[in-house]
């Protein structure tokens, strides 16, 4: 594989969304404070317009973060770009909204490749239908990214759209292939295991079971997998998966992830 997205030293340090602990998450200031809080990564999620047009967004409707009840799809870009993307960021418990009609609108995956030219971008599909997977290549090309995104998914389908077509770009493992490695690791490795992914994504624990310790990240490493956790927020937590052996952090705090990653360095 031709990528350069795995050439950065470990730690890999993400801004989940960006800095979204104190920007509206997944717009270009969140991702501009992760960058120059150190982060080499950033993870986003995209959907498409109702004109096609790729953005970054993480829900399938703008309530959450914009205020308004209107799915991605459902709007044009133009319309999308008329929302609000500040408008329920709420800072501490005092009910502030700081970011509130102050022009910060959502992003579309093009200006973010654009304006972050030497980050690597981990891209996360939420859309299962309609397939974006071909507008997504096709963009990525055309903006000479291929070299530092990762396509990531929950879902396997969509894995199974996007990798022929582009079999240089690293993925992650979807549901059902992140399933099937547990389930190879729970019966002792035993058998041959293959994966077409690159990276194993995961929380650190689901449904109160562990995912993350030592034997689950050395048999990822014996497939050649990388380990990348999210979201972690905790510095004790952290510092826990650090020295676990994980490649790589998810955090919406990027500013404490960089500041925990330095010191566990200095050690």
Same mark, same amino acid.
């Given at each position: 594989?031709?990528?350069?997205?795995?050439?950065? =030293?470990?730690?890999?340090?993400?801004?989940?969304?960006?800095?979204?602990?104190?920007?509206?998450?997944?717009?270009?200031?969140?991702?501009?404070?992760?960058?120059?809080? %150190?982060?080499?990564?950033?993870?986003?999620?995209?959907?498409?317009?109702?004109?096609?047009?790729?953005?970054?967004?993480?829900? =399938?409707?703008?309530?959450?973060?914009?205020?308004?009840?209107?799915?991605?799809?459902?709007?044009?870009?133009?319309?999308?770009?008329?929302?609000?993307?500040?408008?329920?960021?709420?800072? %501490?418990? %005092?009910?502030?909204?700081?970011?509130?009609?102050?022009?910060?609108?959502?992003?579309? &995956?093009?200006?973010?490749?654009?304006?972050?030219?030497?980050?690597?971008?981990?891209?996360?599909?939420?859309?299962?239908?309609?397939?974006?997977?071909?507008?997504?290549? @096709?963009?990525?090309?055309?903006?000479?990214?291929?070299?530092?995104?990762?396509?990531?998914?929950?879902?396997?389908?969509?894995?199974?759209?996007?990798?022929?077509?582009?079999?240089?770009?690293?993925?992650?493992?979807?549901?059902?292939?992140?399933?099937?490695?547990?389930?190879? &690791?729970?019966?002792?490795?035993?058998?041959?295991?293959?994966?077409?992914?690159?990276?194993?994504?995961?929380?650190?624990?689901?449904?109160?079971? =562990?995912?993350?310790?030592?034997?689950?990240?050395?048999?990822?490493?014996?497939?050649?997998?990388?380990?990348?956790?999210?979201?972690?927020?905790? =510095?004790?937590?952290?510092?826990?998966?650090?020295?676990?052996?994980?490649? %790589?952090?998810?955090?919406?705090?990027?500013?404490?992830?960089?500041?925990?990653? @330095?010191?566990? &360095?200095?050690?």
């Amino acid at each position: 594989m031709k990528s350069h997205y795995f050439d950065p =030293p470990r730690p890999r340090l993400f801004g989940h969304r960006g800095d979204s602990a104190h920007y509206p998450e997944n717009t270009l200031p969140a991702f501009q404070s992760a960058v120059d809080a %150190g982060m080499a990564y950033l993870e986003l999620d995209i959907w498409t317009s109702r004109d096609g047009r790729i953005v970054v967004h993480h829900d =399938p409707d703008f309530s959450r973060l914009c205020g308004v009840e209107h799915n991605v799809g459902d709007l044009s870009l133009e319309e999308i770009r008329s929302l609000d993307a500040g408008f329920n960021f709420c800072l %501490g418990d %005092g009910g502030q909204f700081p970011f509130r009609a102050k022009g910060i609108r959502i992003a579309t &995956l093009e200006e973010v490749l654009v304006e972050f030219p030497q980050t690597r971008i981990n891209i996360e599909i939420k859309q299962r239908d309609p397939p974006l997977e071909q507008s997504l290549v @096709k963009l990525i090309h055309d903006c000479r990214a291929k070299q530092r995104v990762l396509i990531a998914s929950e879902k396997d389908e969509v894995l199974q759209r996007v990798r022929p077509l582009c079999p240089e770009i690293p993925t992650n493992l979807g549901y059902a292939e992140t399933a099937g490695f547990f389930d190879w &690791l729970q019966k002792g490795c035993a058998e041959p295991f293959h994966t077409p992914g690159n990276a194993l994504q995961i929380p650190s624990h689901y449904q109160g079971q =562990p995912l993350v310790f030592p034997a689950s990240v050395k048999a990822a490493h014996q497939l050649g997998l990388e380990v990348h956790v999210w979201t972690i927020n905790a =510095p004790d937590e952290m510092r826990t998966l650090l020295d676990c052996g994980v490649d %790589g952090l998810m955090s919406d705090d990027p500013k404490l992830l960089a500041q925990v990653a @330095k010191t566990g &360095l200095e050690m």
